[in-house]
């Protein structure tokens, strides 16, 4: 089922044109951008968008700019892990793993110091559960984590879908061009 939806989505998205692409992702950053709890966090983690996901570019910015705490994550392709590394600078950022513009790990955050973490996705669903690439780093990644996630998407990305997994990670937010909706955990 997973397979499925990820396989239509994906194509969905990468049919998105990219004016529609900058008009969405700006609209989403904006939403970011003026929400209180993302105003409230002094660390962020953020990820480098591919595949035509939301490009969180404007945020990155304003982070770096307020001196606020900006988080990567890097992948470990040996134990399908992510560690999340501070950067100073999107300079700080090079090609790695998957084609993903990763930081180096010399900087090293603490997970339990993270306020906010935005995470990418495939799909979501209503019920604040995602859909990856099917690797289950960020699941891993987020399992005991206690801060606050929003998963960001384009609104066609949310769909119905009823195949969670017990180790599967639900999250307390999904933004997209449209709103911020907090989900209501089980």
Request: aromatic share 10%; glycine share 6%.
């Amino acid at each position: 089922m997973k397979d499925i939806i990820r396989k239509e989505i994906i194509e969905k998205r990468s049919r998105i044109t990219k004016e529609q692409k900058e008009e969405w992702s700006q609209s989403i950053c904006q939403q970011i951008l003026n929400w209180d709890i993302f105003q409230k966090s002094k660390s962020v983690m953020l990820y480098s968008s591919i595949r035509n996901e939301v490009d969180l570019s404007a945020v990155v910015e304003k982070l770096l700019m307020d001196k606020k705490t900006v988080i990567f994550p890097k992948s470990i392709k040996l134990n399908k892990r992510l560690v999340p590394c501070i950067i100073k600078s999107i300079s700080d950022l090079k090609l790695g793993s998957y084609g993903i513009m990763e930081p180096e790990e010399n900087f090293i955050a603490n997970k339990d110091e993270i306020d906010l973490i935005l995470v990418p996705g495939v799909a979501f669903n209503p019920q604040g559960y995602r859909i990856g690439y099917g690797a289950g780093y960020y699941d891993r990644f987020l399992e005991g984590f206690k801060g606050i996630t929003a998963g960001i998407a384009y609104s066609f990305q949310i769909t119905d879908f009823n195949c969670m997994h017990e180790h599967d990670a639900q999250l307390n937010y999904i933004i997209t061009e449209n709103a911020i909706q907090k989900i209501i955990k089980n």
